[in-house]
């Protein structure tokens, strides 16, 4: 008799992987070239090349910019750090935002991990934090499936969801240049762009922004009592009060504008997935986005 992990492994391949396979892990690939160890040639530096790579004394010498190349890693390590806080434990409809984050984070650790690639995991809230080192194999995406699906004690300890210092932590985990994916909702104060972008100075970072369309846009439910899921924090709201609805929403268009700004300043590739759309589609447009930017 099979486990619920790896029953939902089991699903998830053969509904979402079957079908993406090759399609993200071709896209991602062409980001790591240059980055080995060992040093191949130099050449003229062209408006697409990663400034890192200039090398300077050559540049001076020359009066015009060269570029280092690399023999190219064949391997890729990717790591995906994971928001499992509480705000992130809210769905208005059959998909919780969690259920999408454990669904994206299965689905990317079993299509690196086909291709020998190896995966690893930060898992994160203020009050427990876990690392599961980068690894390959289909054993290992079912280990991180059945540590995704154990139940999660609901805990506050009062205050907002520290993304900084999971950032943080993801960048003194991940000690060689990889891929790494970061699933939150990132609601709260935008404090953590300092730590985003040292990330992604050392790293290629795509931000997947998970959302219930509720957050976005609350509907007409009368006299309601809103909690703040981290916070403990209640309000009683009129959501048919029409003022009411306007400033909600002038805030959730500032929010969305700053979080939009702060990940374009951090020069990271940033997704908003809502809780109400196919996997298979997000990830696909996902990966057609990245690949219309780097062209």
Partial sequence: MTSPPDRLLRRLEWQVVRRLDGRLQGAYRTLFRGTGIDFADLRAYTPEDDVRHIDWNVTARLDEPYVRQYT?????????????????????????????????AVCLARLFSRGGNRVGAVLYDNTAQQVIPARTGRTHVLHLTHQLTKPVTARRDGSPTDIAAMLRLAASTARRRSLVFVISDFIGDVDWEPALTRLSHRHEVVAMRVVDPMELDL?????????????????????SDP????????????????????????GVTAHRIGTDQDLVTALIEMAHESKQRRR
Avoid at 225 to 238: C, H, N, Y
């Fill in 219 to 239: 509907p007409d439910l009368g006299l309601i009592l809103i909690e703040d899921a981290e916070t403990g924090e209640q309000l009683l709201a009129d959501t």
């Fill in 72 to 104: 190219e890693d064949r391997e890729l390590t990717a790591w995906l750090v994971l928001d499992r806080s509480a705000s992130m434990r809210f769905g208005s409809n059959e998909y919780g935002k969690d259920s999408v984050l454990t669904e994206l």
């Fill in 243 to 266: 003022l009411f609805r306007q400033r909600l929403r002038a805030e959730v268009d500032a929010r969305e504008s700053a979080v939009t700004a702060s990940m374009r300043r951090a």
